[in-house]
């Protein structure tokens, strides 16, 4: 979802993240470490976790395999955060923005692993929602309604991401109900207060 919602901000609303004057090529190598870090890493772990032994299967269908996954995608997130809003000092100079969106996604997994000590949220939902609420927080704040569009296909990939969902009888309605309020919550008051 953060290379989804990265790629919509680099390619379709550049100033937003005060990227206009970047070259797509250097937007694109910051798509890529984005993706790197925030899927091809949590993926490797995640890998290492089932091959170890930690989790009993991929799908994480259990509450108890979700865990571990969670706290260390949440590292792997506050990791790329730190280095895209203090170590990278010409994109965290330049374009701000980027570590404060990939500082709220950082707080959304958090808040996945938190919840999943007591309680099965929706993941999925929470990450599809946050795409939605930060450019819905967008299409608001700054008045890109070149984005309504992207909006609209979204809100329809959300209901089919919780269609889904409900199909595998990986969660209820109140999972996927809540998991859309946490990523909802997270994106917009980042966006409206921090971008």
């Not at 100033?15 to 470490?33: G, I, W």
């Not at 089932?50 to 865990?67: F, I, P, T």
């Not at 929706?122 to 070149?146: C, L, P, W």
């Given at each position: 979802m953060p290379t989804l919602l990265f790629g919509i901000l680099l390619f379709l609303a550049p100033a937003v993240l005060n990227v206009e004057a970047f070259t797509p090529t250097l937007r694109l190598s910051l798509l890529t470490l984005i993706f790197i870090g925030t899927f091809g890493?949590?993926?490797?772990?995640?890998?290492?976790?089932?091959?170890?032994?930690?989790?009993k299967s991929l799908q994480m269908e259990e509450l108890a395999d979700r865990r571990i996954p969670y706290f260390l995608t949440a590292l792997v997130y506050t990791g790329v955060t730190f280095l895209f809003a203090f170590r990278m000092e010409g994109i965290s100079t330049l374009a701000p923005e980027i570590g404060v969106l990939l500082g709220s996604i950082s707080l959304s997994i958090l808040s996945v692993g938190l919840i999943?000590?007591?309680?099965?949220?929706?993941?999925?939902?929470?990450?599809?929602?946050?795409?939605?609420?930060?450019?819905?927080?967008?299409?608001?704040?700054?008045?890109?309604?070149?984005?309504?569009?992207?909006?609209?296909?979204?809100?329809?990939?959300?209901?089919?991401?919780?269609?889904?969902?409900?199909?595998?009888?990986?969660?209820?309605?109140?999972?996927?109900?809540?998991?859309?309020?946490?990523?909802?919550?997270?994106?917009?008051?980042?966006?409206?207060?921090?971008?």
């Amino acid at each position: 979802m953060p290379t989804l919602l990265f790629g919509i901000l680099l390619f379709l609303a550049p100033a937003v993240l005060n990227v206009e004057a970047f070259t797509p090529t250097l937007r694109l190598s910051l798509l890529t470490l984005i993706f790197i870090g925030t899927f091809g890493v949590p993926s490797l772990l995640i890998y290492y976790l089932y091959r170890s032994g930690y989790v009993k299967s991929l799908q994480m269908e259990e509450l108890a395999d979700r865990r571990i996954p969670y706290f260390l995608t949440a590292l792997v997130y506050t990791g790329v955060t730190f280095l895209f809003a203090f170590r990278m000092e010409g994109i965290s100079t330049l374009a701000p923005e980027i570590g404060v969106l990939l500082g709220s996604i950082s707080l959304s997994i958090l808040s996945v692993g938190l919840i999943s000590l007591y309680w099965q949220i929706s993941a999925h939902s929470v990450g599809i929602s946050g795409v939605i609420g930060a450019i819905a927080a967008i299409i608001v704040k700054f008045g890109e309604t070149d984005l309504m569009l992207v909006l609209a296909l979204l809100i329809i990939l959300a209901g089919l991401v919780a269609s889904a969902r409900l199909q595998l009888n990986a969660h209820n309605p109140a999972q996927i109900s809540a998991g859309f309020a946490v990523g909802l919550l997270i994106s917009v008051a980042s966006v409206i207060w921090l971008v």
